[in-house]
């Protein structure tokens, strides 16, 4: 089920104001929403962020494909946490980074053998798991991976189980998310990762905005992060998930 928060924001640095739309999903430690309250790395850094702009705000949560879609096609609109790629850079205005991520394959516990490459996935594996629109479907499909079994839950909650019991599947997923997902569902022992120090992408996690947003939006927002960063905001909301 959708779940609607409204931000409400104060800001005397600009006269400049616009009405915003962020979307995003279900992905812990960066995002997540527990009975319909949203928290994580990215919410406290958006939190800060809107204090400092003079925007009015909406976030809803939705599964990924449903997000992501929504910022491409609808001006003033975002999705975050996203990460920035060469096919996603022209198709967005960016904010951030707001933080690092890098994907990797997870695998059934009992298996033994070396992945050094999304090729020697393929090869291994009867199917790799993905989510939809995912940054791992995207990349792995422009790579010619043709194994990929592309799934619409965003939570990742069937493919994690699928690994744990079946030695024939791999699972594409973010590092950090992956881990966190697995220890929630309990599973740690049934899963491990592969490749954690040899990503097949490592990248930027971004507020993505709709092509068509105003530039004054991109340029405030960008400027906002900035101070975030510069005045050491940034690094004290890091402290707290580590």
Not at 115 to 138: C, F, M, R, T, Y
Request: glycine share 4%.
């Amino acid at each position: 089920m959708k779940k609607l928060l409204f931000l409400g924001l104060v800001c005397t640095s600009t006269l400049f104001s616009a009405d915003i739309k962020l979307y995003t999903e279900d992905f812990p430690p960066y995002q997540t929403n527990e009975n319909g309250k949203l928290s994580g790395i990215s919410i406290d850094i958006i939190n800060e962020i809107k204090k400092r702009v003079k925007d009015d705000i909406s976030i809803e949560s939705n599964d990924w494909d449903t997000s992501y879609n929504k910022a491409l096609n609808n001006k003033n609109c975002g999705v975050f946490s996203t990460g920035r790629t060469k096919d996603r850079e022209s198709l967005f205005k960016w904010i951030g980074p707001i933080g690092k991520t890098k994907y990797i394959f997870f695998t059934n516990a009992q298996n033994d053998y070396y992945i050094g490459n999304p090729e020697d996935a393929q090869a291994k594996a009867k199917h790799i798991l993905v989510s939809k629109n995912d940054v791992s479907h995207q990349i792995l499909t422009n790579l010619g991976i043709k194994n990929l079994k592309v799934s619409d839950d965003k939570s990742s909650k069937e493919n994690i189980q699928t690994v744990a019991k079946d030695k024939e599947v791999l699972w594409a997923s973010d590092y950090y998310s992956g881990i966190y997902k697995i220890r929630k569902l309990g599973l740690e022992s049934k899963i491990k990762p592969m490749m954690s120090n040899r990503p097949f992408i490592a990248t930027t996690m971004n507020i993505a905005f709709n092509i068509n947003t105003d530039e004054k939006v991109i340029e405030n927002w960008n400027q906002a992060l900035k101070q975030i960063v510069d005045d050491g905001t940034y690094a004290k909301i890091m402290q707290k998930y580590e």
